[in-house]
């Protein structure tokens, strides 16, 4: 499984950005699907999540300006941020959890820089 991670970028503060993540090789079906995030010197966290049904959680540093969709027919799943602050500087990495042969695996993306200039 491959993970194509883009819309990432350097974005004034209270600015908005849009990521998007695609999925894409050998899988019966996708799981869940989220956002990371890890900002230097500090250890990954969860930005939000998604369902295969549509439900979702986020972290709470995201909620209210934060929003994860995703499109089942393209494999995609996508992070809109918004109000963004300086402490969301981090580089974003997507994370899929998918069926293959009965067993679930787990991929990363290989991360997109967001940077937010106060």
């Known amino acids: 499984v491959q993970l194509q991670a883009s819309g990432g970028g350097l974005v004034q503060a209270g600015g908005s950005l849009r990521l998007s993540c695609a999925a894409s090789?050998?899988?019966?079906?996708?799981?869940?699907m989220g956002w990371y995030r890890q900002a230097p010197g500090k250890q990954r966290e969860l930005v939000a999540v998604?369902?295969?049904?549509?439900?979702?959680n986020y972290a709470d540093s995201g909620k209210g300006r934060f929003t994860i969709s995703r499109d089942n027919a393209k494999n995609t799943v996508y992070l809109q941020m918004s109000s963004l602050k300086p402490e969301d500087t981090a580089v974003y990495y997507c994370?899929?959890?998918?069926?293959?042969?009965?067993?679930?695996?787990?991929?990363w993306g290989q991360g997109t820089q967001v940077t937010v200039s106060s």
């Open positions: 090789g050998s899988f019966y079906s996708i799981n869940f």
């Open positions: 994370n899929v959890n998918v069926l293959y042969s009965g067993t679930y695996y787990q991929y």
């Open positions: 998604i369902t295969s049904g549509g439900s979702t």
